[in-house]
T-cell receptor, first 107, second 114 residues
Framework: GQQVMQIPQYQHVQEGEDFTTYCNSS?????IQWYKQRPGGHPVFLIQ?????EVKKQKRLTFQFGEAKKNSSLHITATQTTDVGTYFC???????FGGGTRLMVKP | DTEVTQTPKHLVMGMTNKKSLKCEQH?????MYWYKQKAKKPPELMFV???????INESVPSRFSPECPNSSLLNLHLHALQPEDSALYLC?????????????FGSGTRLTVV
């Protein structure tokens, strides 16, 4: 069935470095959502992107939706230890999640 | 109220036990979901309720039985589970299943089957 693929699976960064995770689909998506799950926690909805080429920012987080609406990225500038967790994408017209990118930040 | 409340938070049950997980939301959301999550994996869909009716069952074994008594409540009845069913069980809700809006998740029930 339809899926969204997320890369990378894991990312270790030094505190202060930037981080990016990518979500890719072979089909056009109606929208894309991003979630964050802290270790031992539950997924928390971060944002939804709907328009082609859309860019949204939340403090140090920048979310982009590709022009063809087939891919999306989440970029964190100057990571902090509070950014640790797994970031999942989900296409709004699918009930499944991407595999997630686990971010580990070394202080 | 912008939360989804799940009880219990932790549950240990034997393979012959019967137990129930509960989920409640008062946001007026008309879609409710059960997801199962194993360690280091994404949430895996089990059931979807849309306007209090079961709309999707992802070929879940019959030892898991969902119930939606009203638009605010969702239960998951468990019977004769196996150790491999141990996982985090997440309830989620959204405004409407057809609009593809974001989910609000509960904090989950961490289930251990012994």
């Amino acid at each position: 069935g339809q899926q969204v693929m997320q890369i990378p699976q894991y990312q270790h960064v030094q505190e202060g470095e930037d981080f990016t995770t990518y979500c890719n689909s072979s089909t056009t998506l109606s929208n894309i959502q991003w979630y964050k799950q802290r270790p031992g926690g539950h997924p928390v909805f971060l944002i939804q992107l709907v328009k082609s080429g859309e860019v949204k920012k939340q403090k140090r987080l920048t979310f982009q939706f590709g022009e063809a609406k087939k891919n999306s990225s989440l970029h964190i500038t100057a990571t902090q230890t509070t950014d640790v967790g797994t970031y999942f994408c989900r296409a709004g017209n699918m009930l499944t999640f991407g595999g997630g990118t686990r971010l580990m930040v070394k202080p | 109220d912008t939360e989804v409340t799940q009880t219990p938070k932790h549950l240990v049950m034997g393979m012959t036990n019967k137990k129930s997980l509960k989920c409640e939301q008062h946001m007026g959301h008309r879609a409710m979901y059960w997801y199962k999550q194993k360690a280091k994996k994404p949430p895996e869909l089990m059931f979807v309720y849309s306007y209090e009716k079961l709309s999707i069952n992802e070929s879940v074994p019959s030892r898991f039985s969902p119930e939606c008594p009203n638009s605010s409540l969702l239960n998951l009845h468990l019977h004769a589970l196996q150790p491999e069913d141990s996982a985090l069980y997440l309830c989620a809700s959204s405004q409407d299943p057809s609009t593809g809006r974001g989910y609000t998740f509960g904090s989950g029930t961490r289930l251990t089957v012994v």
